[in-house]
């Protein structure tokens, strides 16, 4: 269950930035852990929420 939390939260964050962000910007927005951080980015690249505009930052889809 946490793990679905923490994703939403890095969606949401996404979405609000309405811009690409690295993980440390995900993490500094969120006030999440970088660790819990990199694994929802990982679990939402893969079901392919979200997509890479220019290495190392991402955006929502």
Request: with cysteine; glycine share 4%; charged share 40%.
């Amino acid at each position: 269950m946490r793990n679905m939390e923490i994703k939403n939260q890095v969606l949401e964050a996404m979405k609000k930035a309405q811009q690409p962000l690295n993980a440390g910007k995900v993490v500094e927005l969120t006030k999440l852990d970088r660790k819990d951080v990199d694994k929802a980015m990982k679990m939402l690249k893969d079901e392919g929420s979200i997509v890479s505009p220019k290495r190392c930052f991402w955006e929502a889809k």
